[in-house]
Structure formats: structure tokens, C-alpha cells
């Protein structure tokens, strides 16, 4: 397995976070890297998230949970690999939220891609994440 997690503390309330992650379509407002996004169905469980960074094929995600205000977890699968992030609200100190971003890939020849595939995934999280709670606080 490869693990990644980076997290950013924010005066932002978890609601305003929420409301822009649950706003899948728009995420391109925050997430410089995306060209185009769209999702099957409302925000939940089972939704088909379909990401294209800029530059590169589309990727297919699932919403694999969700919990209103606290978390969601995406699951991308390709090559007998799973791509899994976690996005998750919690408390952070002297009141403030915390977001948390933790990608966990998996499966056949983890340990030798996950190094590979994972950096080049989660390289703009600082920056995605800054820009998240940026637009959260406005």
C-alpha cells in the first residue's frame, strides 16, 4: 500500500467546505488542474464523477461515501489498482477546521506503482486544498 495525507487548518466553516465540495460540477473553481468535470447523479454514495485534468484523458471516479459535513471518499480503479481519497472535516485547534486529504492506493503491485502513480496525483494538493478554503472564507 501507498498512503498519502496533507492537511490544511482554516477559519472557514465545514458547511461553506462542504457546500463546495458537494458542488461537484463547479470544482474547477478551486481546482486549477481540472478542464472539465461532471457527475452522474446528486452528491451520494454511487455517483460517477467523470474528471478531466487539464492535458490528460478523463478519469473515472465513484463516490464510494459520503457523510454531509464531515467526509466523502472517492475511488478511482485502473490496472488492478485502487486509487481511494478521503476528504475529510474535522475540528481543528482554537475552533478552527481542519481538511484532511488522504489517498490510499492499493492493490496488485501497489507497493511498486503507488510511488510512481501517487506523487503525480496528489502533487497540487497544497494548492488545491489553499485554494478550497480560500474560496470557502469569501
Not at 482554537?94 to 496488485?108: K, L, S
Amino acid at each position: 500500500m501507498w498512503t498519502y495525507e496533507h492537511s490544511i487548518e482554516t477559519d472557514a466553516a465545514p458547511e461553506a467546505i462542504w457546500r463546495l465540495w458537494a458542488d461537484v460540477e463547479n470544482w474547477a473553481t478551486w481546482n486549477a488542474d481540472i478542464a472539465g468535470i461532471r457527475i452522474s447523479g446528486p452528491f451520494a454514495a454511487g455517483a460517477e464523477i467523470v474528471m478531466t485534468p487539464a492535458g490528460q484523458d478523463p478519469v473515472h471516479l465513484i463516490v464510494a461515501e459520503t457523510k454531509a459535513g464531515e467526509l466523502f471518499v472517492d475511488e478511482a480503479r485502473f490496472d488492478g489498482l485502487l486509487l481511494r481519497t478521503v476528504h475529510r472535516l474535522d475540528q481543528g485547534e482554537r475552533g478552527r477546521t481542519r481538511v484532511t486529504y488522504r489517498m490510499e492506493i492499493t492493490g496488485t503491485g501497489a507497493d511498486r506503482l503507488g510511488p510512481q502513480i501517487g506523487p503525480a496525483v496528489t502533487a497540487d494538493w497544497p494548492e488545491t486544498m489553499a485554494a478550497l478554503v480560500k474560496l470557502a472564507q469569501d
